[in-house]
């Protein structure tokens, strides 16, 4: 047998057994102990190989981040962000629904808290929607979509696994999803303003400039936590996990002392929680190396760059670009977490176009987003339907709008790559 | 308005500060406590030599030689308590759109098949890295001066231990529909 083909049963195995719903580190465990059986490899270097995938630096960084974003929750962040978003835009037409889309960009600034956004706020502003005669389909879709700016604007937990493997810098992939995850929110705030002025849907409160003042100061603090990280990182004052740390010191002593929300059963919760979260990733990201070393032995990365010579038979880089993209949307829609699976096989593809690393993150992390808004996995539209109380299907359907705009905004991603590499190269200079 | 942020801030709390373990057994809340302050401890750890590090180096101009590689040998400690959490807790990642598509009838089976995969697989890493710990547990750390086993035996206890995770689930599961079966009814 053929290692090519060995790769393949190997590929094949982890999708199997995925589908028969073996969770994703068996699943590719298995897929990396059948790639040694199938190589003649030697099987106790894989602890080796895992331990130096789990090893890398700037994966300190995931848990420290979600460290950070937990105390700021537990200390009650989250109705102060809203407040504020509601101060900005709430009087816009379609107030609630655009205040719910300005609330998902402010998550963004914290790291491992899309569940705490999905869910969490979820939980309040879909049933406050629906009251507000919002349709529940669409109160859903839109809650599920804008769940998606928060992995784009820095700090993200996918930018964080995409750099240890890679090896980008963490600190220019944060700036390069700055612009585009500020642009993906306002587009869609353009999707909902459409409908807002279509539908007749009324603004949700008064725009006052003094409301906006004292909302803004309860909310100031929270913006600390991204700014000490990617502040810290882009003006080189720390590393990743440095600036994780300071974050972490920040956000325990603005909630325990400051907002005063903040107990000792709580920060143990929160300490708990941000092990749980993180120690399934580390596990993957440390076999990513494994399968990726495994299927690069195999060949596998020259089998997809002749793959994709002979798809595009247009000598263009863009048109490469997309079909990589294309390929982790595809991929996106059934693995999760998708980039430490995915990456080390299209990684040395990647590196043989020439493709800028920091421009394909970003386009990374929008099929993550969109993966999350697809079936059969979607878990963010299953998460809002069943807040909604509608089936998925519907939400599905009344998600199309938004579909379409990430769709549409990955294209023009794709096209103008200045979008993301831009403010990196400021500060690189 | 003013009611919505609060109800908001009350649900994100909630959220963040439910204990899983609030409905389950003696027995299975210390096995959890006990992994939790393993996995809690190495945590906190991890921030205070980082921050420590990186104070002193701003402020004293000096920095602990030992302290990065003290913090990448504890990861794998981090990592494998966060997993054995994850699997006791159900909330390992998996897909559950393909297996409900699956005829009622079949999905036992499957779930088994599953139990004992799982089981079987991580008992294998188990294996293989005790191995490894066998072969080169011995070297010395460069700046730490611990043996590299300290790390490396994480993979050990971490794989051995979610299999037996699973074991334990798939005993409660297959005792749960044995007794079903049965006149009465099950008995949780």
């Given at each position: 047998m053929t290692p090519l083909i060995g790769a393949g049963i190997s590929i094949f195995l982890i999708c199997l057994l995925l589908v028969l719903r073996v969770p994703m580190l068996v699943a590719v465990m298995a897929g990396v102990f059948s790639g040694i059986y199938f190589s003649d490899a030697w099987a106790i270097s894989l602890p080796q190989t895992m331990m130096s995938g789990m090893g890398r630096f700037v994966l300190i960084a995931l848990p420290l981040f979600v460290?950070?974003?937990?105390?700021?929750n537990a200390g009650g962040i989250s109705g102060r962000l809203f407040d504020f978003a509601r101060a900005l835009v709430g009087s816009l037409r379609g107030g609630l629904a655009h205040v719910n889309v300005v609330t998902s960009m402010f998550f963004g600034g914290m790291i491992g808290s899309s569940t705490a956004d999905l869910a969490g706020t979820g939980s309040i502003v879909i049933p406050a929607m629906k009251e507000a005669k919002y349709p529940a389909d669409f109160s859903a879709a839109l809650t599920a979509s804008s769940a998606g700016i928060g992995p784009m604007i820095p700090p993200s937990s996918p930018m964080i696994l995409y750099s240890a493997v890679t090896g980008v810098s963490l600190g220019a992939l944060f700036l390069a999803g700055l612009i585009p995850g500020l642009l993906l929110g306002l587009s869609q705030m353009l999707i909902v303003a459409y409908l807002a002025r279509k539908k007749g849907w009324l603004p949700f409160s008064v725009f006052r400039l003094d409301d906006v003042w004292r909302s803004g100061k309860r909310?100031?603090?929270?913006?600390?936590?991204?700014?000490?990280?990617?502040?810290?990182m882009v003006l080189g004052i720390f590393t990743p996990s440095e600036a994780g740390a300071f974050a972490v010191v920040y956000?325990?002593?603005?909630?325990?002392?400051?907002?005063?929300s903040l107990t000792v059963s709580g920060l143990y919760r929160v300490l708990v929680n941000s092990v749980q979260l993180s120690g399934e990733l580390l596990i993957i990201v440390g076999l990513s190396f494994a399968l990726g070393a495994g299927l690069t032995n195999a060949h596998v990365p020259e089998f997809l760059v002749r793959i994709i010579d002979t798809v595009v038979i247009v000598d263009s880089e863009y048109l490469r670009i997309f079909a990589l993209v294309l390929l982790a949307?595809?991929?996106?829609?059934?693995?999760?977490?998708?980039?430490?699976?995915?990456?080390?096989?299209?990684?040395?593809?990647?590196i043989a176009f020439d493709v800028d690393l920091i421009h394909f993150g970003v386009l990374m992390v929008i099929a993550v987003v969109i993966g999350q808004v697809t079936p059969p996995m979607a878990i963010a539209l299953i998460v809002a339907?069943?807040?909604?109380?509608?089936?998925?299907?519907?939400v599905l359907r009344a998600n199309t709008p938004f579909f379409i705009g990430i769709i549409v905004f990955l294209l023009i991603l794709i096209a103008m790559p200045e979008l993301s590499t831009w403010l990196p190269e400021i500060a690189r200079d | 308005m003013k009611n919505l942020s609060e109800k908001i801030e009350e649900a994100t709390k909630k959220l963040e500060l439910t204990d899983p373990d609030a409905n389950a057994g003696l027995l299975d809340k210390f096995i959890n406590r006990l992994v939790e302050a393993v996995g809690v401890s190495v945590l906190v750890m991890i921030v205070v030599v980082i921050f420590a590090n990186a104070f002193s180096r701003y402020a004293l101009n000096y920095s602990f030689s030992w302290a990065e590689e003290l913090v990448q040998m504890s990861m794998p400690w981090l990592a494998m308590t966060g997993v054995f959490l994850s699997v006791r807790r159900g909330t390992m990642i998996k897909i559950d759109y393909f297996f409900e598509k699956i005829p009622e009838r079949y999905q036992p089976a499957i779930a088994y098949f599953g139990y004992a995969l799982n089981i079987l697989i991580l008992l294998s890493m188990a294996?293989?890295?005790?191995?490894?710990?066998?072969?080169?547990?011995?070297?010395?750390?460069l700046y730490v001066g611990l043996p590299t086993g300290f790390s490396t035996s994480a993979l050990v206890w971490g794989m051995a231990g979610a299999a037996m995770a699973y074991f334990a689930e798939f005993f409660r599961v297959w005792r749960y529909k044995h007794l079903s079966k049965r006149p009465g009814g099950a008995k949780k």
């Open positions: 460290l950070a974003g937990g105390l700021m909310a100031v603090l929270a913006f600390g936590v991204p700014l000490i990280i990617v502040g810290g956000a325990f002593f603005i909630s325990a002392f400051i907002f005063k949307i595809v991929a996106g829609m059934i693995l999760d977490p998708l980039i430490p699976v995915l990456l080390p096989i299209i990684l040395p593809t990647l339907g069943r807040i909604a109380n509608v089936d998925q299907i519907r | 294996i293989v890295s005790l191995e490894f710990v066998f072969l080169f547990g011995g070297d010395e750390a």
